[in-house]
């Protein structure tokens, strides 16, 4: 393969997105992690699977970041999920250390490459990312809004009993409780879904979305939803490697665009092999200029927290 992704954290998210990558063959995977043996052992596993799943792409584990030298993009999952007991400050306060620590070995061995973060709290993340590795903005970019669209998806896809290739669906903001998902620019084969259901369905639909990770954590007990989010880094991944510049939600530095300045919000972005190649500034109503601002307004507490914890 021509090109190398590395996945740093090798849990459940990091081992699910090494695979995607390596049997839809887009590269050459690396997977890191600091706990002795894991990284290596799932990449064994996932290159005896090769042979079955007929791909040819080079999976390596690895506990030291050498193995990550001149990647062309680095997902990180790394970080801790929140405990009984630990506050949202305990949490940004240790996954803030991860991530800064992280990102600064990701410019030492691959300054060129482009990160894509999936450590919470996402928002965040990118902040304290995209100062510790110095990158531009077009390079630093966080997995949230294709994550929130796919569930939104899936739920119209169910509610109306139609492929969710026909369903398409735009949630912007940060990554959480106040995201914004918007019906007026979610279709089904181009027919708005607000041609197609109640409001009354569609509201719930938009809440059921808002509170798409937690309904899995509240049914799987213990950890938190992997497939999906491994899924959406991937896509991510693929519309840089391949330069498809593809329309997809994400979470990027906003310099004025949408009206607000040095933020990490989830705006519609084109992805090509550049990274972040355009912001795209759709036209709002002014119910969701309001929850936008409002979604915002949370990602400003929280970078607020971490000029706190600095």
């Known amino acids: 393969m021509d090109k190398k992704v590395t996945v740093i954290g090798a849990g459940n998210v990091g081992a699910t997105a090494a695979q995607r990558l390596a049997e839809k ?27 079955i799943e007929k791909h ?28 009984p007991g630990m506050s949202r400050d305990d949490l ?17 061995y691959s300054p060129n490459a ?29 997995m949230a809004g294709v994550l929130d669209s796919a569930r939104f998806r899936a739920f119209i896809s169910m509610e109306l009993n139609v492929s969710v290739e026909n369903t398409h669906a735009f949630v912007l903001g ?51 939803a992997y497939y999906a989010p491994a899924s959406a880094a991937v896509e991510m991944a693929e519309s840089i490697l391949k330069d498809k510049k593809k329309i997809l939600p994400c979470a990027v530095l906003l310099q004025g665009e949408y009206g607000f300045q040095d933020l ?22 002014d119910e969701e200029k309001a929850a936008l601002k409002k979604s915002a307004a949370a990602v400003e507490e929280l970078k607020g927290v971490l000029k706190k914890l600095a």
């Open 25 to 51: 063959e887009l590269c050459d995977v690396v997977l890191i992690d600091i706990v002795e043996g894991v990284p290596q052992g799932k990449a064994l596993d996932l290159a005896e699977a090769a042979p």
């Open 56 to 83: 040819d792409a080079h999976l390596t584990g690895s506990n030291s970041y050498e193995a990550s030298a001149g990647s062309d993009i680095v997902i990180i999952t790394a970080g801790i999920p929140r405990k």
């Open 92 to 108: 940004i306060g240790v996954n803030a250390g991860i991530v800064k620590n992280v990102s600064q070995q990701v410019a030492k």
């Open 114 to 142: 482009i990160i894509i973060i999936v450590s919470n709290p996402l928002d965040a993340m990118c902040h304290v990312a995209y100062e510790a590795s110095g990158f531009p903005k077009n390079r630093v970019i966080g």
């Open 174 to 224: 940060g990554h959480g409780d106040t995201m914004v998902p918007l019906p007026r620019y979610s279709t089904v084969a181009g027919i708005p879904i607000t041609e197609l259901m109640s409001k009354e369905r569609i509201d719930a639909l938009v809440k059921r979305t808002a509170s798409g990770g937690a309904e899995i954590v509240s049914l799987l007990k213990t950890g938190s």
């Open 264 to 285: 990490f919000i989830g705006v519609p972005v084109k992805l090509g092999a550049k990274g972040v190649e355009e912001i795209i500034e759709i036209k709002l109503l």
